[in-house]
C-alpha cells in the first residue's frame, strides 16, 4: 500500500490540536475592511475548530498531522 498524500492547500489552512481535533481562522479579514463592524473584525481574528462532521474528511486530508 503506498503513503498516503497530504492535501497540501489543507495542510497550509488547518492544525491538529492536542486533543485530536483541527483547528482553522476565519475567512473574510484580508481586506474591504471599512465596511466591517469592529466587533465582527474582532471575531473574526480568533480561531475556530472545525465542525465535527468534517472531521473524517479531514483525516484523509491530514493523514499525518
Known amino acids: 500500500m503506498p503513503k498516503m498524500k497530504t492535501h497540501r492547500g489543507m495542510a497550509k489552512r488547518a492544525k491538529k490540536t492536542g486533543s485530536g ?3 482553522r481562522s476565519h475567512a473574510f479579514k484580508s481586506h474591504i475592511l ?5 466587533k465582527r473584525k474582532r471575531k473574526l ?21
Open 21 to 23: 481535533e483541527y483547528k
Open 34 to 38: 471599512t465596511k466591517k463592524t469592529s
Open 45 to 65: 481574528r480568533k480561531g475556530t475548530l472545525i465542525h465535527t462532521t468534517l472531521i473524517k474528511t479531514m483525516r484523509k486530508m491530514l493523514p499525518y498531522a
